[in-house]
């Protein structure tokens, strides 16, 4: 059973997409309800799967002074996912360690994979709404036979990263992620593995994409993730041909 590690940070303006915010109609309090939105889906996902749900937060002391709050980022966290399963019962919340994201999944893989002898780990970033139950079990299935498992994304990115067997994880997800973290593998010794493509959101092209998608099975009757499309509903959000490419529409 798999072990799905959904990396999350508590959704507070400034912190949640700063790159949507510069390049897109969205505000940063907005980006943050948005990031809301796609973890909750995410942390779904990962309970409704036949794995066992992991939420990884990152504490305050790893965040900029001007991103920590009043309330704790566990206690933001927590009440993210309160809200989001049927119960927390069975979801289980560490805090990361470490002081960059290759860091602090090479920590979480590590410990669980020697130290707690977990047979397969994934790691998952809470900005990934497409991800499904059926994908999440699919890649256990495809780490039965491989001892490496990525899904990409747009830019090189993976918005899943599932391993039977450590890897060299210092920066191990330098841009292209999906090529570092192949080449790490390989280096190891392990065979490699690749889900279909799914978008991670990190820009306004991103956003752009994910929209029509949500859009589109939207209106054809197909599932779709319920946080994130009613967010979408509620600001009015499509995508128009603009000068320089498509361009996402508020009505």
Not at 38 to 52: E, F, I, M, P
Request: glycine fraction near 6%; charged fraction near 25%.
């Amino acid at each position: 059973m798999t072990h799905i590690a959904v990396f999350a940070d508590p959704p507070r303006p400034g912190l949640a997409f700063p790159e949507l915010v510069a390049s897109s109609p969205l505000s940063e309090s907005e980006a943050a309800d948005l990031y809301a939105a796609t973890l909750k889906d995410t942390l779904v996902a990962a309970h409704r799967s036949g794995g066992d749900l992991l939420v990884n937060y990152r504490p305050d002391d790893l965040l900029a002074e001007e991103f920590v709050g009043e309330q704790s980022a566990e206690a933001e966290v927590r009440a993210l996912a309160a809200d989001a399963l049927d119960s927390t019962d069975e979801a289980r919340f560490e805090v990361q360690v470490g002081s960059t994201f290759s860091a602090r999944a090479g920590n979480t893989v590590s410990h669980l994979l020697g130290e707690e002898e977990v047979n397969s780990v994934a790691v998952v970033p809470g900005t990934a709404p497409l991800l499904t139950r059926q994908e999440i079990d699919s890649a256990a299935m495809k780490l039965r036979r491989r001892e490496v498992v990525l899904g990409p994304s747009e830019r090189g990115r993976v918005h899943y990263a599932g391993f039977t067997e450590p890897i060299d994880f210092e920066d191990a997800y330098t841009t292209p992620a999906i090529e570092t973290l192949t080449d790490r593998a390989i280096d190891a010794g392990h065979e490699v593995g690749f889900l279909p493509a799914k978008t991670c959101i990190e820009t306004e092209e991103d956003l752009c994409s994910l929209v029509s998608v949500l859009n589109a099975r939207a209106k054809a009757g197909r599932v779709v993730p319920e946080h994130t499309t009613t967010l979408f509903r509620e600001w009015g959000l499509r995508v128009e041909e603009g000068v320089e490419g498509p361009e996402l529409i508020r009505e």
